[in-house]
């Protein structure tokens, strides 16, 4: 079984910043792919940023040059620093193990105008 936690959302004002962990249990986790994805009322999950093993990153055009992530597999955890925040990046966000296609319970990102 694999297990995923996510944590560090809340409320933040627009321009302000947030950094998100995701914490794994239960799979080789040093070796997947990992990935946060987000979700706003109404609309589609869509992807944001993904790692892989070697830490080759990728990202979605609407949060390059704003969003970071990364991982420290000593730790099972990746991480998605978000700087510059929007109003349209309000949405839960989830982080996933690709290789599992697990999910977590996702954590709430609320920013204001």
């Known amino acids: 079984q694999v297990y995923l936690v996510e944590s560090g959302g809340g409320l933040v004002q627009a321009g302000g910043s947030l950094r998100l962990s995701c914490a794994a249990s239960?799979?080789?986790?040093?070796?997947?792919?990992m990935g946060w994805y987000r979700q706003a009322p109404g609309k589609q999950r869509e992807l944001v940023a993904s790692i892989t093993s070697g830490s080759r990153t990728s990202y979605a055009d609407f949060v390059k040059d704003r969003f970071t992530i990364s991982r420290d597999n000593a730790k099972n955890t990746v991480y998605l620093q978000m700087n510059s925040l929007k109003p349209e990046d309000t949405a839960v966000y989830y982080c996933?193990?690709?290789?599992?296609?697990?999910w977590g319970q996702g954590t709430q990102v609320t920013v204001s105008s």
């Open positions: 996933s193990d690709r290789y599992y296609d697990a």
């Open positions: 239960g799979s080789i986790f040093s070796t997947h792919v």
